[in-house]
């Protein structure tokens, strides 16, 4: 099973602030990487799939990188809405599977 | 626009089953796969099943196969999560999502607000 790690499990930062959030697989996952948000009593939301491409209503703050075993989602210059909990997830494609990382929370410094 | 609504869950006693409906709406139904994804209080993602988009083939998470089953319902736009032998490990709120694109089995594109299941004696 592969495994995703997320870091840091939680970042600081003000709005304003460039963030840069890290998810690590155990094994190639190549493009097949996913990033949500997560606010307080709501259900996740996609941001980013394929490790690159933003999904529809995703600001363009937000932007994905990555391929192989290291990921990166960077948000340019922090919102007040953007502090939530950021979820990876990876697809396996046969058969498939499904993994989430643990999740970075990002939180007003 | 795309609605997703869960219903069912509630309290049960372990080795109780439950079984999860979540009604789509405000897209073509048998176009998607769908997947349910569950998160168990103040914990992170775990997924837990899909289904494709014409109900042939399901896949799930080890934490539940033999136990969980997903199935679809065209004539009715509804998925669902049939859940046997309960644990309170299988404690959580339970989304379902359709997936991104109609192209396999994707990402969870769009969620629903979901619905907890809480597995006590």
């Known amino acids: 099973e592969i495994v995703l790690t997320q870091s840091p499990a939680t970042l600081s930062l003000s709005p304003g602030e460039r963030a840069t959030l890290s998810c690590r697989a155990s094994q190639s996952v190549s493009s097949y990487l996913a990033w949500y948000q997560q606010r307080p009593g709501q259900a996740p939301r996609l941001l980013i799939y394929?490790?690159?491409n933003r999904a529809t209503g995703t600001p363009a703050r937000f932007s994905g990188s990555g391929s192989g075993t290291d990921f990166t989602l960077t948000i340019s210059s922090l919102e007040p809405e953007d502090f939530a909990v950021y979820y990876c997830q990876q697809r396996s494609n046969w058969p498939p599977r499904y993994t989430f990382g643990q999740g970075t929370k990002l939180e007003i410094k | 626009q795309v609605q997703l609504v869960e219903s069912g869950g509630g309290v049960v006693q372990p080795g109780r089953s439950l079984r999860l409906s979540c009604a789509a709406s405000?897209?073509?139904?048998?176009?998607?796969?769908m997947h349910w994804v569950r998160q168990a209080p103040g914990k992170g993602l775990e997924w837990v099943a899909v289904?494709?988009?014409?109900?042939?083939?399901?896949y799930y998470a080890d934490s539940v196969r033999g136990r969980f089953t997903i199935s679809r319902d065209s004539s009715r736009n509804t998925l669902y999560l049939q859940m046997n032998s309960l644990t309170t490990e299988d404690t959580a709120v339970y989304y379902c999502?359709?997936?991104?694109?109609?192209?396999?089995?994707?990402?969870?594109?769009?969620w629903g607000q979901g619905t907890l299941v809480a597995v006590s004696s």
């Open positions: 394929d490790a690159s």
């Open positions: 999502a359709r997936a991104l694109g109609k192209d396999g089995y994707s990402y969870g594109g769009f």
């Open positions: 405000g897209f073509v139904f048998i176009s998607y796969a």
């Open positions: 289904i494709s988009f014409d109900g042939n083939n399901e």
